[in-house]
Structures are given as structure tokens and as C-alpha cells.
């Protein structure tokens, strides 16, 4: 069974930080990308950064400067700094791995951020 359990969630107030992690077991962690997602308005999810296994690293312009994602595949986790947090970063934030072909998703956390 492929589990991804986050944590790290919480409330902040605006120009906080928060650290999220997310622990992956049931996956051949080190060869699948590893991904942070967030529910968006219509309750997509869109990408909020990933990690490829070579250590290649994607972030959505929206939070260039202000998260930073790091793995650790002799752990197995994979994390999210979140830095200089504002109201609009507020939403449900999700693992996930990824390699071709498949997706897989934790259950969420949610993030606040008040003004």
C-alpha cells in the first residue's frame, strides 16, 4: 500500500513561516518525484512545487522566493518552507508522488494565514 501522511499545518499569522513534511511509504521513493499541491478557487489543485529524483526542482511563480522543497530519500520525506506566508497562501495542501503513469496523493493539511 502507497501511503503519503503530511503534517506540519497550522496557523500563522501574515510574514510567518510554516514547515510541512510529508513521509511516503509503500514507493520506490528515491526514482518518483516528489510534488506539493494546494486547492485552488474552483478546488483544483495546482502545483506548487516539485522535486524530481535527480534533484531538479520546479516552483509555481506565486511562491519563487518564499518556499523551499527538499527531500530526504534515505528518510523517505519530502518537505515544503514556507516563508513570508500571506492570506492568499491559505488553502489545503497536499503530497504527492509522481513518476509516469501515476500520481499519488496524501489526504491534505491545511495552511492559515491571517492578516
Known amino acids: 500500500q502507497v501511503q503519503l501522511v503530511e503534517s506540519g499545518g497550522g496557523l500563522v499569522q501574515a510574514g510567518g513561516s510554516l514547515r510541512l513534511s510529508c513521509a511516503a511509504s509503500g514507493i520506490s521513493f528515491s526514482i518518483n518525484a516528489m510534488a506539493w499541491y494546494r486547492q485552488g478557487p474552483g478546488k483544483q489543485r495546482d502545483l506548487v512545487a516539485l522535486i524530481r529524483s535527480g534533484g531538479r526542482i520546479n516552483y509555481a511563480d506565486s511562491v519563487k522566493g518564499r518556499f523551499t522543497i527538499s527531500r530526504d530519500n534515505a528518510k523517505n520525506t519530502v518537505s515544503l518552507q514556507m516563508n513570508s506566508l500571506k492570506p492568499e497562501d491559505t488553502t489545503v495542501y497536499y503530497c504527492?508522488?509522481?513518476?509516469?503513469?501515476?500520481?499519488?496523493w496524501g489526504s491534505g493539511t491545511q495552511v492559515t494565514v491571517s492578516s
Open positions: 504527492a508522488a509522481e513518476r509516469v503513469g501515476l500520481r499519488y
